[in-house]
């Protein structure tokens, strides 16, 4: 009894050092709940009084969210829980940094865990009085302005779990810190290598692949720190919080809940044995045991030199050698400035000279694997027996959504939807793209791959294909025409609900603008399933899509898909429904063409009194002073002028993503402008429309109207 009454007496008499402590968590706490729902509430009074919402279950809707997001999973509370962690966790066994108090301390008969128990209990009842109050606060305001309900409250409860254990490992982490140094200032720095330690190297080695790997991808597989609270919190905060239902964010947020009851169990179990090993002469030194010196010069010279030398390297126009010199540079420097910081004595930075060459031939080492890439990472294409499938992702990144209507990330869809098993075409890509250079390819494109090996691994690797090349279209073909690849990429191939629900459906052709019945929706995607049975690489290479079709649901998702003139079926049905209109323009409904060249191949050369104008294309210098503005546009009004023009664009609405660039000429911009009176249904809510005019087929009296110097003739 005597001993529970002593233990209980002991934290009233700390808690009576620690009132500005208690001050700073209330308030830091009142700001970042109160506060923030305040803010919150008020915003969505103020759209409902601006009619933002339809009715009142919307604006009921937007009130529990508001709740949910501000007292919640919220994802900018992290730097407030480092600060306060830090705080508490410093100002709690600040005794430490001082010989005499420690003196004091150990001259009182009180026995030592005790006293790391009652510090360490008082910072955590700090921390969860502070929160908890201000939690109730928030939550009797939003019961008040009929802004909870089980759902928030359930959400409420799962983001207190999330950010209090952030805070104990964040805590945890921080004593920890105090017990292995003898400064506030190293413990701080301590604080942050510690807590940031796995991000850094983590980041430090993604740069130095992606700066010397050109395989180097996280489309599919991304690595993160594994240890990293930090990480968690800044990468899976907004996951969560984004999630609709509580019971998806609790089968979410419960792996991170384990591992971080693990992580701070194991930090405070080395921080205790730290502060029963902790010397009593290490108040004021730099670092309490003297042994683990050169460990942390070596682990922390290491990464902050790589990491300055790739910043060098990304600025530096990516100069390999200058990366090189600016790491070893980087490190000589900071095993310098531990030895100081070690010592506070400039006299000792050639000290320790064996952990300083360990260090630098550490960052030497790195370097070289890398650089070399001693260890195959560009050089890894799998054996095909031993994969079992294949994602793959061809330049570009079309919708998915989920069933509710929730855009899904491309990568992640893709991982799901995409299990190609003809493996051997996407092999012999990634075999072609090692034996041609980028730099030689007519049309390079980046081409994102997942093998899933049989063995369980899962490698992501990127290559550059050339799309102008006839034998990678042959291999193109194989994968693009199979059911596997096109059930993966296009969400209408499998998605028979989705359309059901369409809230509106267009057609257009550039210029057009069709609406059809919602009721077609269904059948047209029928009739465009038909015609995706033909689809090819070749197709989509060769023929620019006459028309999109674009299919609007609920949540303002939308999806446009492409028709292609062979698509038969499509066409067939937008045409009984009088909606189809060809790509190729009538002069007759034209009001007037303006034509603008930019001269995109003329470049500045020298600067003030020596520019002069380059011609790319001719690789010769044609002028004088740089104009100002290269630009000329000429506007044609005669039909016969419009019917020489009109074969030869492209509408600039309609995408092509896998036709070659090069047949568009970038220098023009066709502004077509139509009759008022024609009966011709363009979209009567644009004054105009952006054409493109195809290279190689700019009418003779449109080039001479738009060169250089025409305008002044």
């Known amino acids: ?19 500005w402590v208690w001050i700073v968590a209330c308030l830091a706490q009142a700001v970042s709940y109160v506060g923030v729902l305040t803010v919150y509430l008020s915003r969505i009074r103020m759209r409902n009084e601006n009619d933002t919402y339809k009715g009142p279950e919307d604006f009921q809707a937007a009130l529990y969210m508001a709740t949910q997001d501000a007292l919640g999973f919220q ?24 010989k005499k108090k420690v003196d004091m301390y150990h001259s009182v008969p009180v026995n030592k865990n005790r006293r790391f128990l009652v510090l360490y209990a008082n910072g955590i009842m700090i921390y969860l009085a502070a929160t908890l109050l201000n939690l109730l606060i928030s939550v009797i305001m939003a019961v008040v302005q009929h802004a909870v309900n089980g759902s928030v409250m359930a959400v409420v409860s799962l983001g207190f779990i999330w950010n209090f254990l952030v805070f104990l490992v ?35 080695g993604s740069s130095l692949q992606y700066a010397f790997f050109a395989t180097k ?48 169990v194991v930090i405070l179990a080395f921080a205790w044995f730290s502060y029963r090993k902790r010397p009593s002469e290490a108040a004021g030194k730099a ?26 390297y990304n600025v530096g126009y990516g100069s390999k050698s200058l990366a090189f010199v600016s790491m070893t540079a980087s490190g000589v420097i900071a095993c310098a400035v531990m030895e100081v910081i070690y010592d506070y004595d400039i006299k000792s930075m050639f000290r320790h000279l064996l952990s300083s060459g360990i260090a630098v031939a550490g960052i030497v080492t790195i370097f070289f694997i890398y650089k070399e890439d001693i260890f195959g990472y560009d050089k890894y294409i799998p054996v ?7 994602a793959l992702m061809l330049d570009s990144y079309p919708d998915f959504w989920d069933k509710d209507f929730s855009y899904l990330s491309t990568a992640k869809a893709s991982e799901e939807r995409m299990h190609l098993t003809k493996i051997a075409p ?114 989509a290479r060769k023929e620019r899509p006459c028309g999109e079709i674009s299919f609007r649901f609920p949540y ?88 020489k023009i009109v074969p030869e664009i492209y509408p600039n609405m309609l995408s092509a993503p896998w036709c070659d660039y090069q047949e568009i000429d970038s220098n023009y911009d066709v502004y077509i402008t139509f009759k008022k009176d024609t009966t011709y249904p363009y979209d009567r809510s644009s004054y105009g429309f952006s054409y493109q005019l195809f290279r190689d087929r700019v009418p003779e009296f449109v080039e001479k109207a738009t060169a250089l110097g025409a305008d002044e003739e």
């Open 75 to 98: 994802d900018n509370l992290g730097i407030v829980i480092v600060i306060l962690a830090t705080i508490i966790g410093m100002q709690g066994f600040s005794y430490l940094y001082d």
């Open 287 to 312: 670092m309490a045991f003297q042994i683990l010196e050169p460990y942390v010069k070596v682990l922390v010279v290491i990464p902050v030199a790589v990491c300055l030398g790739m910043w060098v």
């Open 384 to 390: 095909e027996d031993k994969v079992e499938s294949i």
């Open 556 to 643: 303002w998702m939308t999806y446009t898909l492409q028709v292609y003139e062979g698509f038969e079926n499509t066409i067939a049905y937008l045409k009984s429904k009088e909606a189809y209109y060809p790509v190729l323009l009538d002069p007759k409904d034209i009001e007037s063409i303006t034509v603008t060249n930019y001269h995109y191949e003329l470049q500045q050369v020298g600067y003030e009194d020596s520019e002069i104008i380059y011609d790319v294309r001719s690789n010769t210098v044609i002028g004088g002073k740089y104009p100002e503005e290269n630009a000329v546009s000429e506007t044609f009004y005669e039909e016969e002028q419009f019917a």
């Open 170 to 204: 964040m805590y945890h982490t921080v004593i920890l810190a105090v017990m292995l140094t003898g400064s506030r200032f190293i413990t701080l720095c301590a604080v942050g290598v510690l807590s940031l330690y796995e991000l850094v190297i983590y980041s430090m």
């Open 426 to 539: 996407v092999l012999a890509l990634a075999e072609k793209a090692q034996q041609k250079e980028v730099e030689d390819m007519a049309d390079a494109r980046m081409v994102h791959v997942l093998y899933r090996l049989k063995s369980g691994r899962r490698v992501g690797r990127s290559f550059w294909v050339d799309f102008a090349d006839p034998s990678n279209e042959l291999l193109l073909d194989q994968i693009v025409k199979t059911e596997e690849y096109k059930n993966g990429t296009f969400q209408i191939m499998t998605d028979e609900d989705s359309f059901d629900k369409a809230q509106a459906v267009t057609y257009s052709n550039g210029a057009v603008q069709v609406v059809l019945p919602v009721e077609d929706a269904p059948a047209l995607r029928e009739a465009y399933l038909k015609d995706m049975e033909q689809f090819t690489f070749t197709m």
């Open 1 to 19: 009894m005597t001993s529970r009454n002593s233990f209980w007496d002991s934290c009233k008499e700390n808690h009576k050092r620690r009132i």
């Open 217 to 264: 991808d996280n489309f599919y597989v991304s690595h993160e720190p594994k240890l990293s609270v930090l990480s968690d919190y800044i990468f899976h905060t907004l996951e969560i919080k984004l999630m609709k239902e509580a019971k998806e964010m609790a089968v979410s947020a419960l792996p991170f809940y384990g591992k971080w009851i693990i992580l701070a």
